[in-house]
Nanobody
Framework: QVQLVESGGGLVQAGGSLRLSCAAS????????MGWYRQAPGKQRELVAT????????NYEDSVKGRFTISRDNAKNTVYLQMNSLKPEDTAVYYC???????????WGQGTQVTVSS
């Protein structure tokens, strides 16, 4: 099993920045990739960014390219999402997720609220 604990959400004005953190514990050796999803009220949950644990390959949803950066510190089993130039449409609950090798299941954090005011 894997446990994910998120932190760093809050309220910021448009154009501001936030840094989200996700600390993983448990069966860390089995994690293949980690990423961030977000879900706004009344909308589907969408994938924001992913990173491969071993190689560091990253992918981003088009609307956040150039503004968000996903990174990881494998020694601390932690993934970060640096969010710059935030827009009101970025307002959502952000969820950390972990994908295990050879297992078609996703582990989820509890979510952290990001609110961007206009």
């Amino acid at each position: 099993q894997v446990q994910l604990v998120e932190s760093g959400g809050g309220l910021v004005q448009a154009g501001g920045s936030l840094r989200l953190s996700c600390a993983a514990s448990g069966s860390i050796f089995s994690i293949y990739a980690m990423g961030w999803y977000r879900q706004a009220p009344g909308k589907q949950r969408e994938l924001v960014a992913t990173i491969i644990t071993s190689g560091g390959t990253t992918n981003y949803e088009d609307s956040v390219k150039g503004r968000f950066t996903i990174s990881r510190d494998n020694a601390k089993n932690t993934v970060y999402l640096q969010m710059n130039s935030l827009k009101p449409e970025d307002t959502a609950v952000y969820y950390c997720a972990a994908n295990l090798r050879h297992i078609a299941v996703l582990y989820w954090g509890q979510g952290t609220q990001v609110t961007v005011s206009s």
